[in-house]
């Protein structure tokens, strides 16, 4: 009793070291609301979207409702990988909320990222315009 004891605590001890060594400090879960819908905000600012690693669980509706804060800059918001089934561009005009809807259906990391490029400059992506859903 005492042996199961200690090894328990041993491994609960280990437990929080494991999982954070893994986990990303800036991943934020996607609640699950009551109707089934899986919702989240994301503020779209020059250049980058916050949060920035979203966790979704995959077969449940993602809605994001993507919130441009900037004054004159467009951006869009892009998640493309087609095989996944996740094929989204949606403008997002400067100072405009668009919402984003998709089931992702396939567990893995994609990246959400705004592909907006002026002429010669660096694209939005580029320029960390770039973030991260993962599909569990
Ligand atoms: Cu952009």
């Known amino acids: 009793m005492l042996y199961v004891l200690a090894v328990?605590?041993?491994?609960l001890a280990l437990l929080p070291i494991i999982t954070c060594a893994a986990a990303d400090p800036f991943a934020v879960e996607v609640p699950l609301d009551p109707d089934g819908i899986q919702r989240a905000v994301v503020e779209a600012d020059s250049y980058e979207f916050s949060p920035r690693h979203l966790v979704v669980r995959a077969g449940k509706p993602?809605?994001?409702?993507?919130?441009?804060?900037?004054?004159?800059?467009?951006?869009?918001?892009?998640?493309?990988?087609?095989?996944?089934?996740?094929a989204i561009k949606e403008e997002i005009p400067a100072g405009q909320t668009v919402k984003v809807t998709f089931t992702p259906t396939v567990p893995g990391s994609f990246a959400i990222y705004c592909d907006k490029k002026l002429l010669f400059f660096k694209s939005?992506?580029?320029?960390?315009?770039?973030?991260?859903?993962?599909?569990?």
Request: glycine letters at 12%; a negative charge.
């Open 124 to 136: 939005h992506r580029e320029k960390g315009m770039e973030g991260i859903l993962e599909v569990r």
């Open 62 to 86: 993602v809605e994001l409702t993507v919130r441009s804060v900037t004054v004159l800059v467009p951006h869009n918001v892009v998640i493309d990988d087609p095989q996944s089934g996740l």
């Open 8 to 11: 328990g605590t041993g491994l």
